[in-house]
């Protein structure tokens, strides 16, 4: 009898990923997470230490560091829980950034003070004007002062009117503050001596002056940037013990520190993009 021809049966399991069950997926998920870790751990050591420490606090306290970007406050003003509680690590978050900032702006006012300066000792020999310019970084920003003396001041006597000396004294100042992104406040003061023209007293005085002032400073490329015209009459002095001293004729322009978020420096912009944050405009 013939023999009958075998039948093999051949069983194959699984497919490619049969020796492996796909644990591949699981190894490459790992190495991008640790990749990702890496790069973010390279990008944090690149920055400043003062936004370090503002990226600390957030992770420390993401709920109370958030929570003062919200109704529109000012997040460097005031950073707390929901309840209105003062979040610690936020604030004090809060607070390193907003000095970083600071003493990036107190910098570029401290170099502006001296290159001022420079140009008033090089205009002394052409007018005795620029030596009554008084030129200082203060806690509220850049001031500078001119300053009326007893034998020369830099408008006509009981005038608004400014002498061409005092006009190109302002135009200088201008030309430098011009690269400042700072906003700029002209206030006027006079002495206690009252204004001997009825309806016109030492308050529309101070205004016109200060006024004048702005003009001859937006001629100089401020355009836009004065913010503030302010009058303060006599209640000012300079000399405080004699309201009749001819110093406390004036005319003072401030370039304050940025103080809302939303006019921050280039670098704190930089700061709320990264963190997908939007600064407020203070409460």
Known sequence: MPEQPQIRIIKKTGGHEAHHGGAWKVAFADFMTAMMAFFLVMWILGLSEETRKAIQGYFNDPVGFTAGFENGRNPLAMTGNKSGEKSLAGAKSADSLMNAVRRTEKSKFEKAEQQIKVALKQMKGSTNL????????????????????????????????????????????????????????????????????????????SFDRAKAAKIIMESAGLTGRIKQVNAFADTRPRVRSNPMDPTNRRVAILVRYNEKAKEATPQMKEFFKGNQLTPGDGS
């Open 130 to 205: 620029a030596s009554q310019v008084e030129v200082t970084v203060t806690d509220e920003g850049l001031l500078i002062e001119l300053v009326d003396r007893t034998e020369i001041g830099f408008f006509e006597l009981g005038s608004a009117k400014m002498l061409p000396a005092a006009a190109a004294l302002l135009k200088m100042v201008g030309t430098h503050l011009k690269e400042l992104s700072n906003p700029v406040d002209v206030e006027g003061h006079t002495d206690s001596v009252q204004y001997a023209t009825p309806n016109y007293d030492n308050w529309n005085l």
